[in-house]
T-cell receptor, first 113, second 115 residues
Framework: GQQVMQIPQYQHVQEGEDFTTYCNSSTTLSNIQWYKQRPGGHPVFLIQLVKSGEVKKQKRLTFQFGEAKKNSSLHITATQTTDVGTYFCAGRYNSGGYQKVTFGTGTKLQVIP | NAGVTQTPKFQVLKTGQSMTLQCAQDMNHNSMYWYRQDPGMGLRLIYYSASEGTTDKGEVPNGYNVSRLNKREFSLRLESAAPSQTSVYFC??????????????FGDGTRLSIL
């Protein structure tokens, strides 16, 4: 079945360092979404990427969608303690004529002050 | 604006007991979802409802049933709880899959422990 893998599973960084998480799909995606879940909280939508090679920025966060629409990345510049949480990608794809969504396994980010 | 409301927030059950997790959304969304979240496993889809009147199995449906009561409400039932069903359960809703921007809006979750 459809799989969406994320690496790394965990990442500890010093405050001010950069952070990147990668998302890889076994099949071509219609679009990809990114979510952030704070400790003890629920996933919150960050952004959606649709076009091949698309790049979007939100302040210190940069999101990319691969040319083949099978991978994506989230890069955070100069991390802050408020960036702590788990980041999930969610890939949307066609299956038997239906649109389905699969979440990645998530990357848990810890920022050391 | 409440968004997605889940009840209860916490529950402890004994093996073999049954219970229903409730979910309601006030955003007039067509699609609703039930996920479970276990450490290191991410979010796994249990069941979803693309629109009122339809439900479909997700990745891990065994041991669960769902009811799309109306457009607002989507409940998840455990008929005979097992310790393997100890998890955090999230309900989510979104616009119809055919629309261009379909972020999922999540509830606060139900933390369920089965002894």
């Amino acid at each position: 079945g459809q799989q969406v893998m994320q690496i790394p599973q965990y990442q500890h960084v010093q405050e001010g360092e950069d952070f990147t998480t990668y998302c890889n799909s076994s099949t071509t995606l219609s679009n990809i979404q990114w979510y952030k879940q704070r400790p003890g909280g629920h996933p919150v939508f960050l952004i959606q990427l649709v076009k091949s090679g698309e790049v979007k920025k939100q302040k210190r966060l940069t999101f990319q969608f691969g040319e083949a629409k099978k991978n994506s990345s989230l890069h955070i510049t100069a991390t802050q303690t408020t960036d702590v949480g788990t980041y999930f990608c969610a890939g949307r794809y066609n299956s038997g004529g239906y649109q389905k969504v699969t979440f990645g396994t998530g990357t848990k980010l810890q920022v050391i002050p | 604006n409440a968004g997605v409301t889940q009840t209860p927030k916490f529950q402890v059950l004994k093996t073999g007991q049954s219970m229903t997790l409730q979910c309601a959304q006030d955003m007039n969304h067509n699609s609703m979802y039930w996920y479970r979240q276990d450490p290191g496993m991410g979010l796994r889809l249990i069941y979803y409802s693309a629109s009122e009147g339809t439900t479909d199995k997700g990745e891990v449906p065994n041991g669960y049933n769902v009811s799309r009561l109306n457009k607002r409400e989507f409940s998840l039932r455990l008929e005979s709880a097992a310790p393997s069903q100890t998890s955090v359960y999230f309900c989510a809703s979104s616009e119809s899959p055919g629309t261009s921007n379909q972020p999922q809006h999540f509830g606060d979750g139900t933390r369920l422990s089965i002894l």
